[in-house]
């Protein structure tokens, strides 16, 4: 089972949005709504941001955002923060012998 | 509050072994499947294997089919990782995590394990 695609790296300014995406296959992404995403922090535990591709849980910020459109997912940040600059995962749900997927990760930088 | 705590990390030999926990706390432990999650220095994340809320269905990555061994004490609302036969490439953080894609996404401040002679 590979990996999901995302870009290594996206940046932005203060106050910008900036979008994330996580392309996989229709064995994973495109074949369930069970795709999540999370931050991480330098030496942090990864923190859920948006569940079964829109959802967020409590606590999260409404500038965090997803969606997917046929096998590729993909999380907003509107309104970029300093406390944004993070890693990012996406993470799904898959019909192979193992029933999960991480993406590659992505680094966001706000300038 | 969810609290998840693992422990058990450390330096160990190629073709040695090591047996992670993670000490749960703030939910009903026993309701849940339990993962575990590593993530190599500097690398992504990789789930690593999963078990259902009785213990009695398991399954592994292929990568440590065979070698891993994930297991659950509900009276101790505890949750295991053996590792036999280790290897360079299984150095990593070990993460502990209520679940991978779900809303429930608690995850442990995460163990090191170093696998080097």
């Known amino acids: 089972q590979s990996a999901l695609t995302q870009p290594a790296s996206v940046s932005g300014s203060p106050g910008q949005s900036i979008t994330i995406s996580c392309t996989g296959t229709?064995?994973?992404?495109?074949?369930?709504?069970?795709v999540s995403w999370y931050q991480q922090h330098p030496d942090k535990a990864p923190k859920l941001m948006i569940y079964?591709?829109?959802n967020r849980p409590s606590g999260v910020s409404n500038r965090f955002s997803g969606s997917k459109s046929g096998n590729t997912a993909s999380l907003t940040i509107s309104g970029l923060q300093a406390e944004d600059e993070a890693d990012y995962y996406c993470?799904?749900?898959?019909?192979?012998?193992?029933?999960?997927?991480f993406g590659t990760g992505t680094k966001v930088t706000v300038l | 509050e969810v609290q998840l705590v693992e422990s058990g990390g450390g330096l160990v030999q190629p073709g040695g072994s090591l047996r992670l926990s993670c000490a749960a706390s703030?939910?009903?432990?026993?309701?849940?499947?339990m993962h575990w999650v590593r993530q190599a220095p500097g690398k992504g994340l990789e789930w690593v294997s999963r078990?259902?809320?009785?213990?009695?269905?398991?399954t592994y990555a292929d990568s440590v089919k065979g070698r891993f061994t994930i297991s659950r004490d509900n009276a101790k609302n505890t949750l295991y990782l053996q590792m036999n036969s280790l290897r360079a490439e299984d150095t990593a953080v070990y993460y502990c995590?209520?679940?991978?894609?779900?809303?429930?996404?608690?995850w442990g401040q995460g163990t090191l394990v170093t696998v080097s002679s």
């Open positions: 995590a209520t679940s991978i894609v779900g809303a429930d996404g608690h």
């Open positions: 703030g939910f009903t432990f026993s309701s849940y499947w």
């Open positions: 078990i259902n809320g009785d213990g009695s269905s398991t």
């Open positions: 229709s064995s994973d992404v495109g074949g369930y709504n069970y």
């Open positions: 079964d591709v829109s």
């Open positions: 993470s799904s749900y898959t019909s192979s012998s193992t029933p999960y997927v």
